[in-house]
């Protein structure tokens, strides 16, 4: 680009602003806002395919509809940076993903063009016929868009919602953003199903103008409509397709495909659309990363690829020894699964990001992807379990959160053995509040057979792995965070760890410091400054490692011999690892002086996660902070 290269971009603040271009320069317009967005993830990372792959799609919906009087819904946020910077946040679009800067999803405490917030995927339909039905109630002209995609369209919400979009009268518009990706390739019987799918403009344009024939002379009514709507269907399939079209057979008017990319046809389509007052359905094929090559040649790579050279492509890869939590499980699960033939995995869609996609090439008929389908994920390994597998169903804490019935009904009240790994547990840092995984301690620990264990480190995690697919478990909950673990000397040979039993890590006679998982590690840090602070305080500090069952033996010893207690978790303070062992003291008679250092009550923001551990008094200085004070209390 030229010297001044966003030469209308920069005269964009809001939608009322796009109106003002003639249709010709849009073409233009769509060039500057990729080439932005770009130079903006370049320094500050973000998710940059899905973003690349709908510039044409936002610049087209804001030209035709009254945004933020019509609602767009984007499914899932990932899509949403070129809608953010047409909105009015182009010139904050630098903080996004940042500690107090804007978020990374959509969010409506950001802004009033932000008509639902959408950190997790196939929620689209759902709240767009909720917002098309409440219009029609409230006598509104409002027109509603969920823009999801083909990834989101595997979540059972998603067809929940299409089945009731069908038999309500409403008047949404349900945009299908076909790219063929969710983060990884998608696999299922529905994307296949999209490919096959064609529609005849002369077929769409006949039955538009019959049906007005129709209806204009009182010759048919609604219900009428829906009969002609199917047997038109009828005649559509059995002369041009082999294969049935799923919108049509729910009588949602379907059309397309269209090419996602050609800015000045969307806006004819989406122009003629907008008057169409029933639920339809427009069909776009998109290329995720595309206008950027590197985002094109490997489009899972480049779904967050962290900072990078605009210019060259090259990432900027850490070169440091110490390997993710995700790679470590990876690498684990699969050396069982050599050893254990009973062993499958099952990821909702997330292959990459669970690295589950180790086990994946070497064992490729033992792994499932299953889409992004959390509660099928934690039910088909519950039959699976039941036939004498071993599966490993790894999802992410804060999407687990979706699949809780399946785990009760399914799976712990038929005491299956099913290994659920929970990835992204505790603080997880620019995907916000969205992502935080701060809610599966409270969750799964009221569940009965379920055993619940959270490891300090990688040598624990593989332990725990290793003893999870003994055959005379049940139940099993592994928690463990984002990002890197502890040490480059990882790959311990992993032993069987009995369950509810913690570890001592070191004894004193002051106060004692109760941990599980990973934050062991800040409170050590914690314990070791303040003993070099006052050498006559004796601070004992014990991982628990089992937050259900409780290492009892443990907390027998603590409310015996202790006072004053601290406990500390990164989860939610209400019903977590504090509140089962103060259930526990309070149980035994044990009257003892207890601080829970957690997540309060509230949703956690964007940040990196030192800036929310700092935050919320969780690093290294606050915990210190909360021991020196319990000290100092009489």
């Not at 359905?281 to 790579?301: D, F, Q, R, S």
Request: charged content about 25%; proline content about 4%; glycine content about 8%.
């Amino acid at each position: 680009m030229t010297e001044n290269k966003y030469t209308l971009l920069t005269n964009i603040n809001y939608p009322s602003d796009i109106k003002k271009l003639n249709v010709n320069q849009l073409p233009q317009l769509c060039d500057e806002l990729r080439h932005f967005i770009i130079e903006q993830l370049a320094n500050n990372p973000g998710h940059l395919g899905s973003s690349l792959g709908v510039v044409e799609l936002a610049v087209a919906i804001h030209y035709v509809f009254d945004t933020p009087h019509d609602r767009i819904i984007w499914d899932v946020g990932h899509q949403a940076y070129p809608h953010k910077i047409l909105t009015g946040r182009r010139e904050k679009f630098h903080t996004n993903r940042q500690f107090k800067g804007i978020s990374g999803f959509p969010s409506i405490k950001e802004s009033e063009y932000d008509a639902f917030g959408t950190g997790h995927a196939s929620t689209s339909i759902s709240a767009g016929l909720g917002m098309s039905v409440a219009s029609k109630i409230k006598n509104e002209d409002r027109n509603v868009v969920a823009v999801i995609g083909d990834g989101s369209l595997t979540g059972g919400l998603a067809f929940e919602g299409l089945n009731n979009t069908s038999i309500i009268d409403n008047n949404l518009l349900i945009i299908v953003n076909d790219n063929d990706m969710a983060i990884d390739p998608i696999k299922g019987g529905w994307n296949d199903a999209l490919g096959r799918l064609h529609t005849s403009k002369t077929y769409n344009r006949v039955r538009y103008r019959l049906y007005n024939f129709l209806r204009n002379r009182n010759i048919i009514t609604e219900h009428g409509a829906k009969k002609l709507t199917r047997f038109l269907n009828t005649l559509k399939i059995s002369r041009t397709s082999h294969h049935n079209n799923i919108f049509e057979g729910l009588s949602i008017r379907y059309f397309g495909p269209s090419d996602g990319h050609d800015v000045i046809k969307l806006v004819d389509i989406l122009s003629e659309l907008k008057n169409h007052k029933k639920p339809r359905i427009l069909h776009i094929i998109t290329h995720k990363g595309k206008g950027y090559e590197p985002a094109e040649k490997e489009v899972t790579t480049w779904h967050a690829p962290g900072r990078f050279n605009p210019e060259t492509g090259e990432r900027n890869n850490d070169k440091s020894q110490i390997p993710l939590y995700q790679d470590v499980f990876g690498t684990t699960l699969l050396e069982l699964a050599k050893e254990n033939p009973k062993i499958v995995g099952i990821t909702p869609a997330m292959l990459s990001g669970s690295s589950m996609s180790i086990m994946l090439k070497e064992f490729p008929d033992r792994v499932f992807d299953v889409g992004i389908a959390e509660g099928h994920a934690a039910t088909f390994s519950a039959g699976m379990a039941k036939e004498g597998l071993t599966p490993f169903c790894n999802i992410y804490s804060s999407f687990m959160q979706r699949a809780y019935d399946n785990v009760i009904h399914d799976v712990a009240l038929q005491n299956l053995h099913v290994v659920f790994c929970l990835d992204r547990a505790g603080i997880v840092g620019a995907d916000g509040a969205t992502h935080q995984g701060l809610f599966d301690i409270a969750y799964m620990r009221c569940i009965p057979n379920l055993t619940v264990a959270a490891p300090r480190n990688e040598h624990e995690l593989r332990n725990l792995m290793y003893t999870a697919q003994q055959d005379d478990m049940g139940a099993f909950v592994i928690r463990y965070p984002r990002g890197k673990g502890t040490t480059a000397e990882w790959h311990n040979t992993p032993v069987r760890i009995a369950l509810g039993t913690g570890e001592k890590l070191k004894d004193g006679s002051d106060i004692a410091v109760l941990t599980i998982g990973t934050i062991a590690n800040q409170a050590r840090k914690a314990i070791e400054q303040i003993e070099r602070e006052n050498a006559d305080i004796g601070i004992a500090h014990y991982d628990m490692r089992f937050i259900k069952p409780l290492d009892e033996k443990i907390l027998h010893e603590v409310g015996k011999k202790f006072e004053k207690v601290i406990t500390i978790e990164d989860g939610v303070i209400q019903g977590g690892f504090g509140s089962a062992v103060l259930e526990f003291f309070a149980d035994n008679g044990y009257r003892v002086q207890t601080k829970r250092l957690g997540i309060p009550d509230t949703f956690v923001e964007h940040g990196t996660p030192d800036e929310l551990y700092s935050m919320l008094g969780l690093d290294t200085e606050g915990i210190a902070n909360s021991i020196r004070e319990m000290i100092r209390t009489s």
